[in-house]
């Protein structure tokens, strides 16, 4: 099966001069639809870095990177906004619900934007009732749960259905419960065809992965 | 990119008041620079001829007398240049002693045969310079050797006659020639009356008799710019007060970026006075350079307008006087901008040190009362509205700045209309002609017209204050077919012996209806009037009464006569001007205020117009200000949408969104400020000559309110492009739990 997220070479630094440090050096990654890979490292390792790179959020100095046989590295800002949109779905540790929205409408917030998935509407509900928020639905992010905010932020990256998801310490946040059922919805979700990178301190969310890799010096590799 | 922005925001209020500041300044001191220069005498007499030697001595003993200087004053004095041409030329024949006017170009009379200097404002509209040769009535060609200001009228066009002097002769020829008038200086002239009523006890006997004063020249030309100066000075405080709160929302914006170093500071012990001194160093070092920048911008965007002002006004531009105020104005500036910057950090310096090292916000948000479901357009309406006190405060700024420009806009137009449409000032007749009475049925039988009728004027002067002109018109049958300004109060007259006084001639006169007025003619024959209404008028500048043709008639048989003619609507003016000129008569075409102020209120409509593109620029910095504050503040929000794929369009989108909620609120601001204080603000300053009719449209309405939306798109795209130039995780890094 041909990868569905390939990125190879990948450069980045930090910081100029003494300072700087080079967080990516090389790195390579290869991930197939439906595969779960555990990204593992140190507090400053160039973890998440590696995710907003992947993601086009961030742009490496060096390196190749294809989600669904679309190039991230070079494309233009309107050609990543495409991708992020339509291949590329986030979930962040901290959540990033907008606090003037109800838990549902944030869900909708990522089909509301030009090109996003025609039935993302339809996908919002969909994914609101799967996750058990209904009864949350219309409540703002302030007055949810933890687990909740995350399970919305989780729902939001999957309404414009993307190929690949990429997860960054989605439990870092929760406690234990929380956490495991958030990790039983990403495993869900990888298992429904997508890719899922997932960057943890959680050894329990190592157990769920189909791949544990480890980012030092710059480099990932298996162990 | 952000000093950049406060430094423009700046230069943008600088502007504002630099342009302020100008207009005011320069027609605040205009005449009294000009009278300075031109050495003005301090009383004008004018009087029937008299020998010289006879004049003079009774002169000789007036008491506070400083120096005196005598002139022969010929009127309707044909004066020709190339093919410029008019009748209407007053010849001053100088016999010695000092000018009262100042040389501008060229030189002064020297005394020989064939010389002219001509009045600045003939030679600007006719392109006159030293050098050229002038047909003045019956002397002939004469050489043009200066130009000269004289501040005792406004300039031509603008005042009827074309002036011009000749002479300076020998003391044999001038004992020859007659004076008519008299120009006296004063050693005091905080004593001024006590010489006027002496020289009125003495010149018991002379016909004609007329006084002005200096005082008096400058009331009645002040009256005239005094709307403009009003305006300008309400409206430097208008930009004052909006500049303040602009820098103050870029000051909390700034203090609000560097709370973390602000608590570093604190933490390594700097005390707040410590923390403010330095937050006041930093806006002094970028608020010093950018006012001046902007305070010169603006004296220089408005300066060519206000010197035409004054040199129609036959008064002399500010120069370097101007430094001045533009100095203080620049004091001003820096210290709002310093106050608006220290104000914020003092208030943040003295809040515990642990929230400002992690940056927390310096004014406590609540959280919204109900989470919803929003598109993006009003996504970003509840990013603007998030911060209340801003948004509050920056729909105020560009309310009362859209308000300004909605004034200044309606203003300009009603200048447009009261130059172009005589109805405007209740003048229903369209053409004028210099015809006999006899004559009128001829005019009548012409096709097209639809009245015509006999109109006589007689310009007169208050028989108590003399220093009081008023031109007093009579129509033969009733006035108001021909002549209808708005009634302020009383009615309108009936019968021989009523008056209808314009309202600057009851300001001046205290003047209502039932008072009696007594006026003297240039003859100096007394004629009692019952004041039966006072209407708004703008001839004269209101020192106007409509008379019965009667009383007028039987008071002064010579009363300068003319025809006017009311046209049918839709005639072809055209064909019955035509008409006119082939009985030999030369129709004129009646203008609004009057046709010779024609250019002046071009020049009017054109300085409002300037001073309101001045305040839209206002308007597009606070927006862009605002946008770029609330952008700042939702970066995490903007770049959590990136994230979700949004384009440059959907961020722009939901920037607009930010942008509309403060701009329409803004717009419907501005509607009632101008309908319920502005419009009516000024209408009351006006109304000592005029009504002024200062309702905006629904043109310009909309135009006020399309031009704000559309400067919302402006600043939404322009902070978009900003924004979408920088990686999406720099703002996801800023996204707090």
Redesign the interface.
Known sequence: MAPVLRASGLVKTFGEGRAARRLLDGAELSVEAGELVAVLGRSGSGKSTLL?VL?????AEAGRIEVAGERVDGAS??RL??????RIG?V?Q???L????????NV???G?????HPDAGRRADELVERLGLREVA?????RLSGGEQQRFAIA?ALV?DPAVVLADEPTG?LDGDSGAEVLHLLRETADEGRALVLVTHDPAATAAADRVLHLEGGRLAAR | MRRWLAAAGIVAAALVAGAAVTVGFALHTGFDRAADAADLPDVIARFAPQRRADVDERVRGLPNLESASYRYELNRVPLTFGRRHTHNGRLEILLGGRRGYEVVEGRDLSGRRGEVVVEQGVARSWGLHPGDTLEVGRAGGLRVVGVVVSPDNVAFPLAKTAKVYVGDLDDERSERIPVNQTLLWVNDRSRTDITLAAARTVAFGLGDLSFITRNGVRVTIDQAAGVVIALLVAFALVALVAAGTMLAAGAHAEVQRRLPGLGVRRALGFTPAGVVAGHARSALVLAAPAAAVGLGLGALAVGGPAEELLLALNQRPAGAALLGPLALAWLVVCGVVVAAASFPAWRAARRPIAPLLRGGELANRRPPRRASDDGLLTMGARFAVAARARWAGSVATIGVCAGVVLLMLGLASLLVQLRDDPAVLGKRYQLTVDARPEQLDSLRAIEGVQAATQRYTVQAADAFRLGEPVRLVAYEGDHVRFDAPPLAAGRRLRAPGEAEVGQGLADALGLRPGSPLATLDPRGRELRLKVVGVVRALDDSGRIAWVSAPTLLGADPGGFGQSVLRLEPGADRPAVIDRLRALGLAPVTVGGATTRNTAFLGILASVLRAVALAVGLVCLYALLQGLAMTARERRGALALLRACGASRADVAAVLTGAAAAVALPAALAAVVLERLVLGPAVTRLAASYAALPLRPGAAQIAAVTVGLLVLAALAAVAVAVRLAREPVVHGLREELP
């Open positions: 907003h993601g086009g959020l961030d742009r800002e309107r906004a495409a991708l992020r949109r339509r986030f962040f901290f959540f990033h907008l606090p003037e929205l109800s838990g549902e409408a909708r917030l990522a509301r934007v030009r090109g996003a219309g409540l703002a992010p302030s939001r414009n946040n």
